[in-house]
């Protein structure tokens, strides 16, 4: 899980939540939410996280599966997609 890679890493670097939420000039309570993994994190959020704590992008979403995600979260496969999915065919003569 994504928060417990982070909350890990700012423990490896000996960061409080608190040390860690003001160098990314975050909510300190946004910041606990993330790393119980209790929300969706912006983009931009994670990579100022990842950035203050010099961590591999890599690293970090390594192993991560998003078919593990379960409920209006879960992803459906491109190759599920029925037909009306798909925009015609352009042809030409």
Not at 20 to 43: F, M, Q, T, Y
Request: net charge neutral; with cysteine.
């Amino acid at each position: 899980m994504l928060g417990k890679r982070l909350a890990d890493l700012r423990l490896k670097h000996l960061l409080t939540i608190r040390g860690l939420a003001a160098a990314c000039e975050l909510d300190e309570s946004n910041l606990r939410v993330i790393e119980k993994g209790e929300g969706n994190p912006r983009l931009v959020t994670v990579l100022k996280v990842a950035g203050v704590l010099e961590a591999d992008l890599g690293e970090l979403f390594e192993g991560l599966n998003p078919y593990g995600l379960t409920g209006k979260d879960r992803p459906q496969p491109i190759s599920a997609f029925d037909e009306s999915f798909w925009r015609p065919k352009d042809r030409t003569a």
